[in-house]
């Protein structure tokens, strides 16, 4: 499902050919950001790839190689303004003018908030949030100027539904979705022909449950049903592509979710405290095998765009699919119900 601007769902004005695109790509190294980037890939584009780790930005740049793309890797911490304009401006040396900003990077804490210290929380806000407010400034100085390009915000369902366990992540994302908002309408003031749309995802199979700093006793999984991040970066792509949406939401659970929260956020409230501590920890007690708060968990290892979750994972959204096929869809609804109602008249005048 989407929100907002039906009907016009159309590419941007001044919308490059794929073949000739230049992407960029935070968090490209895992996730949702590698599976995005390889899907970028497989229709031609460059693609700059943003992440700390070297390893898995090597592997990542080998994946976009091999789907028949350009890769420039860039090793960036995001929530370092000046290290993510230092590589907009090499992206823009090196591969030409950017068409499409993907911001994906993010870190956090498992933890009940009081146990999560200051500074901690403080890093995962600057990674979450700031990162993508650095990513977009970076983006808009240099598409702003051409009056053309698209920024794509990754979010989540818990940009509008907080959830226990993941105070810092759902607060940078509640401040993504604001910040969006805010931005958005100064883009429509000036008429401008760049655009921002967020992509609010599901629980999603990615490696962060296995390098995430956690204090739960168990392991931490997403809350189920899970999505492979491959359902993400088709929703990406197709956000980047039609961006004049002001978000998606992806999968059945972001859709119930969000609807739920709209109308009873009491009942959540009292539904995700009894709820929300087991649905986010395995009956393992192992923890992750890496945390990558303050270093990178992919320095020496490639995690890939997967989790360790692809048994319980599916592959396809089909919320998503009816959204991309909204018109098709009118177009078949609309013929269904003239078609009963000449069913209808006929049946009335025969008897």
Request: glycine share 8%; aromatic share 8%.
């Amino acid at each position: 499902m989407e929100s907002g601007c039906p009907g016009r769902s159309r590419r941007t004005p001044g919308y490059r050919s794929a073949m000739t695109q230049v992407v960029v790509v935070t968090g490209a190294s895992a996730g949702i950001g590698r599976a995005s980037a390889i899907a970028f890939a497989r229709r031609g584009a460059k693609v700059a790839l943003l992440a700390r780790g070297e390893e898995g930005l090597r592997a990542a740049a080998r994946d976009v190689e091999a789907a028949g793309g350009t890769a420039l890797p860039i090793a960036v911490d995001v929530a370092e303004y000046d290290e993510v304009e230092a590589a907009a401006a090499r992206i823009e040396n090196e591969l030409g003018p950017i068409d499409v900003w993907v911001n994906v990077a993010f870190t956090t804490v498992f933890a009940p908030f009081t146990e999560i210290e200051p500074r901690e929380f403080k890093r995962a806000t600057e990674v979450s949030y700031l990162g993508y407010v650095y990513g977009t400034r970076a983006a808009l100085d240099r598409m702003k100027p051409r009056d053309r390009g698209t920024i794509v915000q990754v979010g989540s369902a818990l940009a509008y539904r907080g959830i226990p366990l993941q105070s810092a992540y759902c607060g940078a994302k509640h401040a993504i979705q604001g910040f969006h908002d805010s931005l958005r309408s100064e883009l429509l003031h000036d008429k401008a022909n760049v655009h921002v749309t967020m992509v609010q995802m599901p629980a999603v199979n990615t490696p962060q449950f296995s390098w995430v700093l956690s204090r739960l006793p168990h392991h931490p999984q997403p809350v189920p049903p899970i999505f492979q991040p491959e359902v993400a970066a088709d929703a990406v792509l197709f956000a980047a592509d039609h961006p004049r949406r002001r978000e998606y939401w992806i999968g059945g659970p972001t859709m119930a979710t969000l609807i739920a929260n709209k109308f009873a956020p009491g009942i959540l409230d009292h539904y995700l405290g009894r709820t929300g501590y087991k649905s986010q920890q395995t009956d393992q007690l192992t923890k992750p095998d890496a945390e990558n708060l303050w270093h990178p968990a992919d320095t020496d290892r490639d995690f890939g765009s997967h989790g360790a979750f692809d048994d319980r994972a599916t592959t396809r959204s089909y919320e998503f699919w009816s959204s991309r096929h909204r018109n098709t869809l009118a177009a078949a609804a609309a013929t269904a119900v003239t078609a009963a109602g000449v069913l209808l008249i006929r049946a009335t005048r025969r008897s």
